[in-house]
């Protein structure tokens, strides 16, 4: 069984910065894409994304606020937000897919006071 671990959620205040963590049970390299996606009132949005050969996509909401990373050597993949708004508040879910399929991690909650 898969797990995603992801830490780093909590209170800040706009115009600050934020870094979530995620670190999957088994090995990063089984993970063909890893990305954080946050929950909206009618679905999960994808907020980052980024490959095993290190292809990034984001949001157009988070473009030039927000990078994506992973670092093999310490099985992790991190998303850095900085200028946080209140429009960012939510719960951020930490997503990997393998060949076998989708995982999820239980969600860390993000919230932006202005």
């Known amino acids: 069984q898969v797990h995603l671990v992801e830490s780093g959620g909590g209170l800040v205040q706009a115009g600050g910065s934020l870094n979530l963590s995620c670190a999957p049970s088994?090995?990063?390299?089984?993970?063909?894409?890893m990305g954080w996606y946050r929950q909206a009132p009618a679905q999960r949005e994808l907020v980052a994304s980024i490959?095993?050969?290190?292809?990034?996509n984001y949001a157009d909401s988070v473009k030039g606020r927000a990078t994506i990373s992973r670092d093999n050597g310490k099985n992790t993949v991190s998303l850095q937000m900085n200028s946080l708004k209140p429009e960012d508040t939510g719960v951020y879910y930490c997503?990997?897919?393998?060949?076998?399929?989708?995982?999820w991690g239980p969600g860390s909650r993000v919230t932006v006071s202005s």
């Open positions: 490959t095993i050969g290190g292809v990034t």
């Open positions: 088994g090995s990063i390299l089984s993970f063909n894409v």
């Open positions: 997503y990997g897919e393998t060949r076998y399929g989708g995982y």
